[in-house]
């Protein structure tokens, strides 16, 4: 056999062991704008959904299933921006950032791990809303505590199974450039960086989308559907106004969340453009977990209550010690 006979371009294949990631523009005003904007954001991210997690925990007027599962959206949101805005940030501020091709994976499983959750608490949360208006006699039966322990429980660990084993997926793929990459590690733009057979990995992908996005939203809707059928039975206006205003929050964070996945999973890759790409993963991934709090506490009269309720004693207690 000739010398080198055996080195085929496959055996030549350079491994990327490091993925760059692609920022906005090369103008530092643009630049300091920006981050300054991001870690506005980012701060009143944390604080506002640490706020309702303290709110409902210490809060008796909020210890009721609707905010139980708020809080547990609440961490979801906080997951996914400490994941991804703390890496974004560092992107703006230096053109030509960059991460470890096993931290890009590591990121993508917490993201993976928060987009799948928030989908099975948002259809958790549309069970309650439905139970609670189109059977109110039977909700304090049937959402007691043991039920909501348990849907939690059961959206959490479904969660980290699909994100777990997508992970597991990628991780064994080989990638061996290009290596740039749109502010975070998600799944399809790995796919296009590796240069392994992904045709396995984006059949399971799709599959999983079914009982993940597919079932979720489907169920949500038949909610919404029962619900709205229900209130348009009340006679009274100011009946079927507080009846729709006890889930008005919910269907506002449903239409943004779904609304972006439809964007950036459902409609072909090809009709993204760089800039919408970089302008709806800011969206989703940084100023929606930052709305959630603000869309569930500004008309929400009990988590208001509470918030006023919480001032009030912190002052007296602050007044004590002076």
Known sequence: ???????????????????????????????????????????????????????????????????????????????????????????????????????????????????????????VMSYDRYLAICSPLHYVSIMNQALCIRLVLISWLLSCSVALLLTLDLSQLQFCGPNTIVFFCDFNPLMELSCSDVSVVQLEGTLLS??????????????????????????????????FSTCSSHLTVVSMYYGTLIIMYVLPNEEHSQIITKTMALLYTVLIPCLNPFIYSLRNKDINEAFRSSVRNHIIFFRRFR
Do not use: W
């Open 1 to 123: 056999m000739p010398s080198g006979a055996g080195d085929s371009p496959v055996n030549r294949v350079f491994n990327v062991t490091t993925i760059f990631f692609l920022g906005f523009y090369n103008k530092s005003t643009f630049h300091l704008l920006l981050f300054t904007l991001l870690l506005q954001i980012y701060i009143v991210t944390i604080c506002g959904n640490l706020l309702i997690i303290t709110l409902v925990t210490y809060s008796k007027i909020l210890h009721s299933p609707m905010y139980f599962f708020l809080t547990q959206l609440s961490v979801t949101d906080l997951m996914l921006t400490t994941d991804i805005a703390p890496n974004m940030l560092n992107i703006v501020l230096h053109e030509h950032a960059s991460v470890s091709l096993s931290g890009c994976i590591t990121q993508y499983y917490f993201f993976a791990l928060s987009v799948t959750s928030e989908c099975f608490l948002l259809t």
């Open 210 to 243: 079914i009982p993940v996005i597919v079932l979720p939203f489907l169920v949500i809707v038949i909610s919404y559907m029962f619900i709205v059928l229900t209130i348009s039975k009340i006679s009274s206006f100011s009946g079927r106004r507080k009846s």
